[in-house]
C-alpha cells in the first residue's frame, strides 16, 4: 500500500484555513529531510519573495508548486523541471480592481490635495476632473484586468483591453504605441515577465496624452521609474501607484515628492478575507491535484 502523498504548507495561516484534503497528509512548517523528499505539493509562504533556502532541492518527489498570490515572478527560472507551478488568480482581482479605480478617483478629484488642505485648515474649494466620460486603456486582460474592466464601465468609462495576443473584445499589446494617445487613463494590470519588464518606458509615456493619469496595479518594475519620475516632473501626467521600483521605496526617494502622484504600499489586495480567498484558491487545486484533474492557472513558459 503506498503512502499518502504529502502536501507542504508553509503558511500556518492558509494551512489552517485549507483544512484537511481527503487524500493528502497536510503538513506545515519547517519539516525533517525525509519528509521533504516525499512532498508532492509544495505551498509556499503567503508572501514569499522566492523559495525557502534548501527546501525545492530537497523535495525530490515534488510535482505541484502551488502559491497563494497572484504573482509568479519570484519563482521565474527557479522551479526544478518537471514540476507544474501554479498561481492563485483569481483570489485577489476584485481587490486590486477595487484599489484601481479608487486611486483612480483620487487622483481625478484630487483627493490626496483635499487631505493636504485639511491637515493645514485650509478651505481650498476648486474643480477637479471627474471619471465619467473617459477612455481607460487597460493593459493585461487577466482576472484583475477583468475585474478593472467591470468598475470602469460602470463609472461611464468607455474601456479598451491589451494583452499579449489579441483575441475577441482585447487588443494585441503591439498595437500600443497607437493606442496611447487615444486614452486618458492607463491601468496596469499584467503580470511582470521577462517581456513587461521596462514596458513602460519613457516613449510610452511620451505617447499618453496630456493630463493622462498611469494607474500601476501590477509590478513595479513594469515602469521604468527614472522615466515616471522625469515625466511626472514634465507636469504633462499624473500617477497612481500600490508598486513601485524599487520597493519598498526608501525613505529620500524622488519619487515620494514627485508632483501629480498617488501612492500607496501594495496594498491593492491586502484587504480583509484576503488569507481566506487564497486558501479557497489552493484548496480546489489540491482537490483538483488528488482527483488527477487538470490544474488550473498553471504558468507555462508563455507566461500566465
Known amino acids: 500500500m503506498s503512502a499518502t502523498p504529502i502536501a507542504l504548507l508553509e503558511d500556518r495561516t492558509v494551512a489552517g484555513l485549507v483544512g484537511q484534503v481527503s487524500g493528502l497528509e497536510i503538513r506545515t512548517g519547517p519539516q525533517p529531510p525525509d519528509v521533504l523528499a516525499r512532498v508532492e505539493v509544495y505551498v509556499p509562504r503567503f508572501l514569499a519573495e522566492g523559495p525557502t533556502p534548501g527546501v525545492l532541492p530537497a523535495m525530490g518527489a515534488l510535482k505541484l508548486l502551488q502559491l497563494a498570490t497572484a504573482g509568479a515572478e519570484a519563482w521565474a527560472g527557479k522551479v526544478p523541471g518537471g514540476v507544474t507551478m501554479a498561481t492563485a488568480r483569481g483570489a485577489h482581482g476584485k481587490a486590486a480592481a477595487e484599489w484601481a479605480v479608487g486611486a483612480l478617483v483620487a487622483v481625478l478629484r484630487d483627493f490626496p490635495g483635499f487631505v493636504d488642505a485639511q491637515r493645514g485648515q485650509?478651505?481650498?474649494?476648486?474643480?477637479?476632473?471627474?471619471?465619467?466620460?473617459?477612455?481607460?486603456?487597460?493593459?493585461?486582460?487577466?482576472?484583475?484586468?477583468?475585474?478593472?474592466?467591470?468598475?470602469?464601465?460602470?463609472?461611464?468609462?468607455?474601456?479598451?483591453?491589451?494583452?499579449?495576443?489579441?483575441?475577441?473584445?482585447?487588443?494585441?499589446?503591439?498595437?500600443?504605441?497607437?493606442?496611447?494617445?487615444?486614452?486618458?487613463?492607463?491601468?496596469?494590470?499584467?503580470?511582470?515577465?521577462?517581456?513587461?519588464?521596462?514596458?513602460?518606458?519613457?516613449?510610452?509615456?511620451?505617447?499618453?496624452?496630456?493630463?493622462?493619469?498611469?494607474?500601476?496595479?501590477?509590478?513595479?518594475?513594469?515602469?521604468?521609474?527614472?522615466?515616471?519620475?522625469?515625466?511626472?516632473?514634465?507636469?504633462?501626467?499624473?500617477?497612481?501607484?500600490?508598486?513601485?521600483?524599487?520597493?519598498?521605496?526608501?525613505?529620500?526617494?524622488?519619487?515620494?515628492?514627485?508632483?501629480?502622484?498617488?501612492?500607496?504600499?501594495?496594498?491593492?489586495?491586502?484587504?480583509?478575507?484576503?488569507?481566506?480567498?487564497?486558501?479557497?484558491?489552493?484548496?480546489?487545486?489540491?482537490?483538483?491535484?488528488?482527483?488527477?484533474?487538470?490544474?488550473?492557472?498553471?504558468?507555462?513558459?508563455?507566461g500566465y
Open 122 to 302: 485650509r478651505w481650498t474649494q476648486h474643480h477637479t476632473d471627474m471619471l465619467d466620460g473617459r477612455k481607460a486603456l487597460v493593459v493585461g486582460a487577466g482576472d484583475l484586468g477583468a475585474e478593472v474592466r467591470i468598475r470602469l464601465a460602470a463609472f461611464g468609462v468607455a474601456v479598451t483591453m491589451v494583452a499579449r495576443t489579441a483575441r475577441d473584445g482585447v487588443r494585441s499589446i503591439d498595437e500600443l504605441p497607437a493606442l496611447l494617445p487615444e486614452h486618458d487613463v492607463v491601468v496596469l494590470t499584467l503580470p511582470l515577465t521577462a517581456a513587461t519588464t521596462g514596458l513602460v518606458d519613457a516613449a510610452f509615456l511620451a505617447a499618453m496624452p496630456d493630463g493622462a493619469v498611469l494607474v500601476n496595479a501590477a509590478r513595479g518594475r513594469v515602469v521604468d521609474t527614472d522615466a515616471l519620475v522625469a515625466a511626472l516632473h514634465g507636469g504633462r501626467i499624473r500617477a497612481a501607484l500600490d508598486v513601485t521600483d524599487p520597493e519598498p521605496l526608501p525613505a529620500g526617494h524622488p519619487l515620494w515628492d514627485a508632483p501629480g502622484v498617488f501612492i500607496t504600499p501594495h496594498v491593492g489586495g491586502s484587504t480583509v478575507g484576503s488569507a481566506e480567498r487564497a486558501a479557497a484558491v489552493v484548496r480546489a487545486q489540491l482537490h483538483r491535484f488528488v482527483a488527477g484533474q487538470a490544474l488550473e492557472n498553471v504558468v507555462t513558459d508563455a
